[in-house]
T-cell receptor, first 112, second 106 residues
Framework: DTEVTQTPKHLVMGMTNKKSLKCEQH?????MYWYKQKAKKPPELMFV???????INESVPSRFSPECPNSSLLNLHLHALQPEDSALYLC???????????FGEGSRLTVL | GIQVEQSPPDLILQEGANSTLRCNFS?????LQWFHQNPWGQLINLFY???GTKQNGRLSATTVATERYSLLYISSSQTTDSGVYFC????????FGAGTILRVKS
């Protein structure tokens, strides 16, 4: 069983929809991450939230916006997505940055 | 930033066979991890191994930090070992190799 929980497991949305992906960890970790993974490619870092500081991969478009309500939750808000944003979105956490990473099961997103 | 090269890119095994996967790094190794991505997409931690050797059941890993490489050994492979194996190391951020796709046939 993973200790990083992602919901929903699957999401289908239209390009005008607003939706959110949720991630929760109960390991007391202080760093949380969102990764995007396209088919047959390794995961790519989107955001890092560590000690209440957000770091953004500058290549990530503004239609993705992270929110960290508390140290155990990291949400990813989705708005006006494009079909090319369809991918597997993986949440991860670590005790602190540059330490062992633990991933959730992923949220598979399809944008129509 | 750090470059991570994995080999082989694809591997097909008969059930019961052994295999070795390799990662080479262009820079120092400090936080190396091995992951297995199952067919449903979940990335499962196999080893956190900045140096030395670790074993977990039929899997073991060795990292030679001074020579900037790591090896993952799979013995007596099973069909459930199928999937993609990634190694990853930190540069400015965690950098993944391209992965090794493993298919174990019964």
């Amino acid at each position: 069983d993973t200790e990083v929980t992602q919901t929903p497991k699957h999401l289908v949305m239209g390009m005008t929809n607003k939706k959110s992906l949720k991630c929760e960890q109960h390991m007391g970790h202080r760093a949380m991450y969102w990764y995007k993974q396209k088919a047959k490619k390794p995961p790519e870092l989107m955001f890092v939230y560590s000690y209440e500081k957000l770091s953004i991969n500058e290549s990530v478009p503004s239609r993705f916006s992270p929110e960290c309500p508390n140290s155990s939750l990291l949400n990813l808000h989705l708005h006006a997505l494009q079909p090319e944003d369809s991918a597997l979105y993986l949440c991860a956490s670590s005790y602190q940055e540059r330490r062992e990473l633990f991933f959730g099961e992923g949220s598979r997103l399809t944008v129509l | 930033g750090i470059q991570v090269e994995q080999s082989p890119p694809d591997l097909i095994l008969q059930e019961g066979a052994n295999s070795t996967l390799r990662c080479n790094f262009s820079d120092s190794v400090n936080n190396l991890q091995w992951f297995h991505q199952n067919p449903w997409g979940q990335l499962i931690n196999l080893f956190y191994i900045p140096s030395g050797t670790k074993q977990n059941g039929r899997l073991s890993a060795t990292t030679v930090a001074t020579e900037r490489y790591s090896l993952l050994y799979i013995s007596s492979s099973q069909t459930t070992d199928s999937g993609v194996y990634f190694c990853a190391e930190y540069g400015n951020k965690l950098v993944f190799g391209a992965g090794t796709i493993l298919r174990v046939k019964s």
